[in-house]
């Protein structure tokens, strides 16, 4: 079993950047691969960025290639989404996702992540 607990998000201008954090409880945490993962207003839930138990592979949806940063810190039993150069079409709520079996691929698709936690709001305005 793992939990998930979301913090960082807030009200931003255009441009400028954010840091989310996810703080995971359960002793699988550092084997599972984790994701963030968002839903914008009146959209579809999107997947943002996934990140192996090890941290040697992470994917990126193309939005946000080159602007956004997954990491985690096993130790710390967290993962990190550094945001930058934020845009408007970025506002959404921002959920972390853990993976159920121990060293799974960190698949971008979302249906393949089991624990979810509540989200953080991220908004920019223009």
């Known amino acids: 079993q793992v939990q998930l607990e979301e913090s960082g998000g807030g009200l931003v201008q255009a441009g400028e950047s954010l840091r989310l954090s996810c703080a995971a409880s359960?002793?699988?945490?550092?084997?599972?691969?984790m994701g963030w993962f968002r839903r914008a207003p009146g959209k579809e839930r999107e997947s943002v960025a996934t990140i192996s138990w090890d941290s040697r592979t992470t994917n990126y949806a193309d939005s946000v290639k080159a602007r956004f940063t997954i990491s985690r810190d096993n130790t710390a039993n967290t993962v990190y989404l550094e945001m930058k150069t934020l845009k408007p079409e970025d506002t959404g709520v921002y959920y972390c996702a853990a993976r159920l079996a121990m060293w799974s691929p960190p698949t971008l698709s979302s249906m393949a992540y089991t624990y979810w936690g509540q989200g953080t709001q991220v908004t920019v305005s223009s």
């Open positions: 359960g002793r699988t945490f550092s084997r599972v691969a």
